[in-house]
C-alpha cells in the first residue's frame, strides 16, 4: 500500500510532459497559439457585437476531439482547445440587404482556452477554474494575460454554471437531424 501511495505521490509530483495535455501547452503550462486553427480546428459559431472594445465578429473554433465528446456527452475533455478571433466590421449594401455586417481581414486579438479538469498547472496564473486561459495580440509573442482572473475570467463569470463556455452561441455542439424528418 504505501508503494501505491509513494507511486500516486510521485506522478502528482512530476511535470507535465510537453505536449501531453495539448499541442499548444507545454511542460510549464505556457500556452500558444494553435497554427492554421481556422482549417484544423471546426468552426462552432460566431457571435456580432456592435459596440465598445470587443466591436466586430467573433468566431470561435475548437478541436475536433473535443467537439465529438462534448456532442456525446455535454463536457470538454481535459486537452480541448478553444480558440477565439477577433475582427472588426463594416457593412455595406449587397444583393443580401442593406447595411450588411461583414469581417475583415485585420484580427483584433485571440483568446484561447485549454480544458484542464486536474488543475496540472495550479502555480500558473494563467490556469484555473478547469482551463488555461490565454490572450494573444497580432504582431506580439507569446501570451499577453499576466492573470487569467483579472485578464479573463470577468467576461465568462455569466456563465460559471457552463464550464466558463457560452455554448448557446455555438450550434456546432449540437447534433441536428439533416435527414429533413
Not at 482547445?81 to 466590421?89: D, F, H, I, Q, T
Not at 450588411?100 to 483584433?108: F, G, N, W
Request: aromatic share 12%; proline share 6%.
Amino acid at each position: 500500500m504505501m508503494r501505491k501511495i509513494a507511486l500516486v505521490a510521485l506522478l502528482a509530483a512530476t511535470p507535465v510532459l510537453a505536449g501531453e495535455l495539448s499541442p499548444v501547452v507545454d511542460g510549464k503550462g505556457e500556452i500558444s497559439m494553435p497554427e492554421n486553427f481556422r482549417l484544423d480546428m471546426v468552426h462552432l459559431g460566431s457571435w456580432f457585437v456592435p459596440e465598445g472594445d470587443a466591436s466586430g465578429f467573433h468566431d470561435v473554433y475548437a478541436d475536433r476531439k473535443g467537439v465529438e465528446v462534448y456532442r456525446q456527452s455535454g463536457t470538454f475533455p481535459d486537452g480541448t482547445v478553444v480558440v477565439k478571433e477577433l475582427r472588426p466590421a463594416a457593412s455595406g449594401d449587397f444583393t443580401t440587404g442593406k447595411d450588411v455586417s461583414y469581417s475583415i481581414t485585420d484580427v483584433k486579438q485571440w483568446f484561447v482556452m485549454v480544458k484542464d479538469s486536474k488543475n496540472r498547472f495550479a502555480d500558473n496564473p494563467s490556469w484555473g477554474e478547469g482551463w488555461g486561459w490565454a490572450l494573444f495580440k497580432p504582431g506580439v509573442q507569446g501570451n499577453q494575460s499576466a492573470n487569467y482572473k483579472q485578464d479573463c475570467l470577468g467576461c465568462h463569470v455569466p456563465v460559471k454554471d457552463k464550464d466558463w463556455i457560452y455554448t448557446q452561441g455555438y450550434p456546432t455542439l449540437l447534433s441536428v437531424d439533416l435527414s429533413g424528418k
